[in-house]
């Protein structure tokens, strides 16, 4: 069998989920000739994903069979993880043509947090941003240095409202 990564065929290089837990992930690939016509008929399309843990592999999804979508050149599983931790992982997909020959390649997934994406993006506006005390109240603003983000109600060390000697800041 003669083993030819990616001269097959084509797939999407890189995926990124944000959610922790995503239901679904699809895997999916589009073989053509090497002329660029697209190839409908494969004796064997599967996929694998895997994760690198201190240089070793880790397998997520042993090798699973993708399925042709009608009599199109794409082939295609829907995977539904239990879980999915938030990483960098692989999905290697292997294509054996009829005249046997083994075409394997790569593409990258990252599973990203996309709370703490959006948390990060809100702590960066309120950083760039500006501050001012106004009667008895703090107000953060956005980048843009006009729009509120956050409004809190000041207080000193007596639970009083007050713009001076400031002990204590609840969210409006």
């Not at 016509?37 to 042993?62: C, F, M, N």
């Not at 501050?131 to 240095?145: G, L, N, P």
């Not at 009083?160 to 204590?168: A, L, M, R, T, Y």
Request: glycine share 4%; hydrophobic share 40%.
């Amino acid at each position: 069998m003669q083993k030819t990564p990616g001269a097959l065929w084509r797939h999407y290089t890189h995926v990124l989920i944000e959610t922790v837990n995503p239901a679904q992930v699809v895997l999916q690939v589009q073989a053509q000739n090497l002329d660029g016509t697209p190839k409908t008929v494969l004796t064997t399309a599967t996929v694998r994903v895997y994760h690198i843990v201190a240089g070793s592999e880790v397998e997520d999804l042993a090798a699973t069979p993708l399925v042709q979508i009608g009599t199109t050149s794409t082939w295609r599983y829907n995977w539904a993880p239990a879980t999915l931790p938030v990483g960098h992982y692989f999905a290697e997909y292997t294509l054996i043509d009829p005249d046997t020959a083994v075409f394997v390649a790569s593409e990258d997934i990252d599973v990203r947090d996309i709370a703490t994406q959006t948390d990060l993006a809100f702590v960066r506006q309120i950083e760039q941003g500006r501050w001012r005390i106004v009667h008895e109240q703090m107000i953060f603003y956005a980048s843009d240095k006009v729009t509120p983000l956050l409004v809190f109600n000041l207080k000193d060390i007596n639970g009083i409202p007050s713009n001076v000697n400031i002990f204590e800041r609840n969210p409006v």
